[in-house]
């Protein structure tokens, strides 16, 4: 695939919007942070024409990670979308972080692509987290190739490599993962390293040279041929026996030739298809060069072997009802329905939306239906609400080039669309529709923060609007327990960008707290209070007296109101008032300050005065009778209790498991599950588990996932209430 021979960049240049969906390539980069995948975005776009040299455009700005936090951070922090033009075919390439906690970025990605190339470094291998993104995009037939990179490293084999991401990404069929190329390795170096200076490929016997810092075709010499032909006959098995044709593999083995069009042919419909998984090797140019090794071969992969927007199956619609809808998804002609991918903030154009169309055509000064009704449980409110569409444009680095329409299966970016947010749906105004939304991360490490002054306070809330409607990973509480306000993220590197977002951004300097579970209390046994409110100053005065009985309750029942009066010591009338009381005081605590649960109160006695008594007054009473028996009972502290799920592979179940257990956790049982790995449920105290999301990750080497959900809660043990800081002990 690709054996064409490629002499200059001009084929190529910048991509403008498509004219049809066939013409259109949508691919993501996926790879463990320093794999090279911005490197390799880079590399394409110089080779492809759309930079003038690497990595730069024409103001001199990166093309992709070219915001000054990721320039701060040294990673890439965010989704960026590089479109470049090959062949008459435009490519959006889409770079993802690496790093684990901008997985929600790596997602929009997925979702916004129709295949992804998966970037492994030769020095570094495959990581667990890579596999996973492997089996989700298999669960879902992503087409899929392997890019190895990093060949210029001392220790950095090929073909090692290659036997790697076969036992990785092979699963029960190893010969679906076969390299295309073999990679010409040139002179030792005085340190004995042979650098990578050419390709051979399997398919045309032809060897390209990128030495001169362009590709040059010519034919290998003699004694590279039986290595070349080893490899060729188990890539072509390899090819036909996924080949459509199920008489091609019992012709080959009987002896007949194939011929390289029809492999090449059957090559590009498996990969389409998502059954066969090339391997490649890749390396940025050198300086002066015009294309990297590598770089036109894989071009031609993508052009010419994945998926056109057409190809990909559609992602379920409905009205905002909830009513199914059909529609030619892909069809420009089509009812629209696009999403919005990603969304960013420029501090001169405003928000900017990354957006896939699906179906329809996108134009500019379009009036469109907003539809966003999946993150609720974040802090995003549903939204029903038209707005009109801005400026139309491709990004390149931070350029934003215009465009007069977007069709379907495109990407672009829409200026000033005020209510859209990541995830949202556009559809056409008079036909509102709603897209099934993709499954994100559950943001599960807090981070408390108070502003760091009166103007700072000003700011805050429209600042964490704008922030959580940029990622819906993170999550926006305002915990009515504790009174902080916690911005739940998916884990440190994740909270320091968002920290650095609030300040840089939009202006607010904020402080981080300790986070605080909300604790509660309850009786440790039964007791008594008598609650008497009597004040007489001259006109009308005040007069209540109420005894009540407190006893437990077991968990989950709350706080429970009895009426045991007799003989009408308290009027009827005022007996509400004497529950709305105690319910008040039960709320505002009765020893930390933390609410009251679990507890039954009995109203016995009580006396009332004709004149003097009222409603108010009987509410202080009921409220003063609890605190009462408070004082003469042993209250208990009660910490949340979570239930939690943890899918590790089967290496790492020993040391989680005695991590829960070192965490006061109760494991309930384990579950063996596909892929080597277990699950793992237990309940284990929130208040242990604040940095479960950092730790885990360490423990695992950032292979294991956990989910966690409150279930109940129960009385912390004295001597860890004893050890507790008293801002978590007592509430603000």
Known sequence: MGDKAHTHPGAAGRASAADHPTSVRNV???GHSGSGKTTLVEALALTAGAVNRAGRVEDGGCVSDYDEMEHRQQRSVQLSLVPVEWDGIKINLLDTPGYADFVGELRAGLRAADAALFVVSASDGVDGSTRMVWEECAAVGMPRAIVVTHLEAARADFEEMTRICAEAFGGDDPDAVLPLYLPLRGAPAPDGHAPVTGLIGLL??????????????????????PLIDEARSLLIEGIISESEDETLMERYLGGEQVDVKTLIEDLERAVARGVFFPVLAAAPAADGARQGLGTVELLDLVTRGFPTPLERAAPRVTTPEGA??????CDPGESLVAEVVKTSSDPYVGRISMVRVFSGTLRADQTVHVSGHVLADRGHEDHDVDERIGALSTPFGKQQRPVSHVIAGDLACVARLTRAETGDTLSAKEDPLLMAPWRMPDPLLPLAIEAHSKPDED???????????????????????THQVVLWCLGEAHADVALERLRGRYGVQVDVVPHRVSLRETFGGPA????????????????????IEVEPLPNGSGVEFVDKVVGGAVPRQF???????VRAQAARGVAAGHPLIDVRVTLLDGKAHSVDSSDAAFQTAGALALREAAAQARIHLLEPVAEVSVLVGDDYVGAVMSDLSGRRGKVLGTEQTSGGRTLIRAEVPEIEIGRYAVDLRSLSHGTARFDRRYARHEPMPQQVADRLPEEVRAAS
């Not at 045309?204 to 041929?225: I, N, T």
């Not at 700011?459 to 009515?480: C, F, I, W, Y």
């Not at 008497?532 to 109420?546: D, L, N």
């Open 28 to 30: 993501v980069l996926v």
């Open 204 to 225: 045309s016997r032809k060897l390209f040279d990128y030495a001169s810092g362009e590709r040059v075709e010519s034919e290998p010499d003699g004694e590279r041929l």
């Open 324 to 329: 199914a809808r059909e529609l030619r998804m």
């Open 459 to 481: 700011k805050l809330s429209q600042g964490l609007a704008r922030l959580v409607a940029e990622d819906p990973t993170m999550r926006l509480e305002h915990n009515r327990d």
């Open 528 to 547: 008594a209070g008598r609650g008497r409110h009597v004040k007489q100053s001259g006109g009308h005065g005040q007069y209540a007296i109420c005894e």
């Open 575 to 581: 007996i509400p008032s004497v529950e709305k009381g």
